[in-house]
């Protein structure tokens, strides 16, 4: 049996626009000051993300840590952080955390800490605490799991303002330093990259093998993403890349071939999926952890605080690399991939974003260094890359913070989006304050109101997915389209980013998953 599908990116996308990286408006860097390493790393990084020296946040924390107790966790770290915010007017600004080296790694040896500062801590059990071994508390769901939008602390997702908070940390200073000009250098660079996923076949490491095909078949299924995806042979590692942006395997340990054989790009992320990849500075089964992945060359990893038992939920998806390859940060592809990662460490720079397309800004009324009197004028062009979208926002910075919003734009009420499957259109008008995600949403319903459709369809964020409702090869190749008219507004706001063309017979047999008492 097959299953055949089709995706569709309806609508614009609103980054950031700000000199170095696009986010650096949005980060902050936090150091502790009991540590030089993480001071002068701190600095660095900011630097060369162009991040303001106000967004730099000093805490103290006793550098022979490697747990804080909750308490410690709150007093000594997260009320800080909010403490700076405040004081320096950033509340509401900030959606990216970066702890910069000499930092504890987790709450009670149980919950890592960037997990912690994303959705808030936990305070779920650890293995075999209170013999209860194995453990997936049911209150650790994480809601931007697969939202595919950009993220916003104002948003509020897990109902708290966290951030994508990571550990920027490395096995000495000049590493971590390595990392984050990888991370810089990644910007907009739209390099012939590769996601790799391999095969363990293990039972038990290879829990999220079965997501692999899936996500070599998105790759398919939306055309003209600037990556490809490809499944490494049975029980082998990568080896001989010259192009790798990503990288998952089962493995609990990094062999030589991996280390030494491989060119991993500006931006790349690589991890395994094994017990303790992020409990640092060491763990007692002595298994390869984060730390070897930024020595390899990777500029992000992820791996778990603490025994976590084979729970999928607790590792990221491979389907990460899709959303990286449709522009997103590291942080948000990483956190958009874990849906339970209350243990997890997210390490590197999350800043990293090589295939995000922001529109070219233009300052049409001052050259550099113009020294002005009075009152002036000033003029501003934001045009959409050729593989990119408008802008959906434009903010006014002064002197590094934050001073006005000069324009924001928004579906239009009236705008009406249209998809055709087979000759048969649905269609749906975008109501009085929709958003882009309502308007896709509202689509999707009214395809699956419609019954007669051979289609299924559900919205991830900006993205329409229609899936063949039958499974038999009558629905290969039928043709797609997707289109946006201005309807009963005065303007268009909306259009149709990459789509496909038709709807893609499926690589892998259906399945569903069984459990057997």
Known sequence: MQGLR???????????????????????????????????????????????????????????????TSVQFRNGLRNPIYDHLAAENLEGRIDFVVLCQDFPTRIDDVEGIPAALFYGFQDAPGYNEGGIGCNLPEDTSNEYFRAERAFRSADAWNATNGFVAFHLVASNLPTAKLAADRGAAAQSTFPAASINLHIYGSAGRGVREA????????????????????????????????????????????????????VWL???YADHLTSLGGCLPTNVLKQSTVLDWMDIGATASYGTVAEPCNYLEKFPDPLMGFWYARGFTVGEAYAMAVAAPYQGLFAGDPLAAPFAAGPVVTNLSLAPNDILAGTATVQVAAVARTNGAPA?????????????????????????LSVVVAGRTNAATVGSGDTLYAAVSNLAAAVNA???????????????????????????????????????AAALALGVGLAGTNLYPSVYPARKRLFLF
């Open 6 to 68: 089709s995706f569709l990116a309806l609508g614009f996308l609103a980054p950031s626009l700000a000199f170095g990286s696009a986010n650096a408006f949005r980060t902050l860097v936090v150091v502790n000051t009991n540590s030089a390493a993480s001071v002068e790393l701190g600095e660095y990084y900011a630097a060369q993300h162009g991040i303001p020296d106000h967004q730099i946040c000093s805490v103290g924390l006793a550098t022979n840590l490697t747990t804080l």
């Open 211 to 262: 997501r692999f095909a899936h996500t070599q078949f998105s790759f398919t299924a939306l055309p003209g993403l600037p990556a490809t995806c490809r499944l490494g042979p049975y029980l082998s590692y990568l080896a001989g890349s010259t192009n790798a942006m990503g990288y998952h395997d089962g493995f609990a340990g990094i062999p030589a071939n991996v280390r030494t054989n491989n």
């Open 266 to 268: 500006p931006g790349a």
């Open 392 to 416: 959906g926002a434009l903010d006014l910075y002064v002197d590094g913070r934050f001073h006005a919003n000069l324009a924001a734009a928004a579906p239009l009420t009236g705008n009406a």
């Open 450 to 488: 419609d019954t007669g459709s051979v289609v299924s369809a559900r919205a991830y964020g900006d993205r329409l997915e229609l899936v063949y409702k039958h499974f038999n090869p009558a629905g290969n190749h039928l043709p797609v389209s997707a289109s946006a008219a201005t309807g009963t």
